[in-house]
């Protein structure tokens, strides 16, 4: 079974601070991808990337950077968080060879 | 812009019937789509892949395919309270390699 895993489903931030988000995935897979959720928009594509060291932005990149220095594990980051961005993320990932796309459990943020 | 347009719900039926989910999309050249069940508070979760017209049966779920007036359904048979999720269609765009996601379907079965 493919295994997506995501650090935290759980956090509560300041505004200001930075905040690290992490994904691991445990297939191999070269293609990962981060989302938000928000209730009434759905969801919403951040960033993805198709291979290690490699990234693209997505429909709401602004606020947020990305990190993947190994395949299994792609970070997302925010910069200096603020309220707009409590929401649910997403981390998803799917083989090139596959258009199936897997998704990790969420992590609810919420920023004060 | 590319779109999957899915009715937002509350889609309510009673416990034992058909349940009819509807998505469209405006790309011609997509070639693969998905539905996604997701429940309240959780994670999208996998449930149907359709790649050619015409019907495919997995269960109580069947996934429906119509790229001429591309249009994609899902119907879920002998609805149970356990069904009631929201659903999400997913389409794949070759261009850029990524699935475009409608605003999903809150199906509610009553007991």
């Known amino acids: 079974d493919v295994k997506v895993t995501q650090s935290s489903r759980y956090l509560v931030k300041r505004t200001g601070e930075k905040v690290f988000l992490e994904c691991v995935q445990d297939m191999d897979h070269e293609n990962m991808f981060w989302y938000r959720q928000d209730p009434g928009l759905g969801l919403r594509l951040i960033y993805f990337s198709y291979d290690v060291k490699m990234k693209e932005k997505g429909d709401i990149p602004e606020g947020y950077s990305v990190s993947r220095e190994k395949k299994e594990r792609f970070s997302l980051i925010l910069e200096s968080a603020s309220t707009n961005q409590t929401s649910m993320y997403l981390c998803a990932s799917r083989t090139t060879a596959q258009e199936t796309q897997y998704f990790g459990p969420g992590t609810r943020l919420l920023v004060l | 812009q590319k779109e999957v347009e899915q009715n937002s719900g509350p889609l309510s039926v009673p416990e034992g019937a058909i349940a009819s989910l509807n998505c469209t999309y405006s790309?011609?050249?997509?070639?693969?789509f998905f539905w996604y069940r997701q429940y309240s508070g959780k994670s999208p979760e996998l449930i149907m892949s359709i790649y050619s017209n015409g019907d495919k049966e997995d269960g109580r779920f069947t996934a429906q395919l119509n790229k001429a007036s591309q249009y994609v359904s899902l119907l879920i048979r002998d609805s149970q309270p356990s069904d009631s999720a929201t659903y999400l269609c997913?389409?794949?765009?070759?261009?850029?390699?990524?699935?475009?996601f409608g605003q999903g379907t809150e199906l509610s079965v009553k007991p």
């Open positions: 790309d011609r050249g997509s070639q693969s």
């Open positions: 997913a389409v794949f765009y070759n261009q850029g390699g990524k699935l475009i």
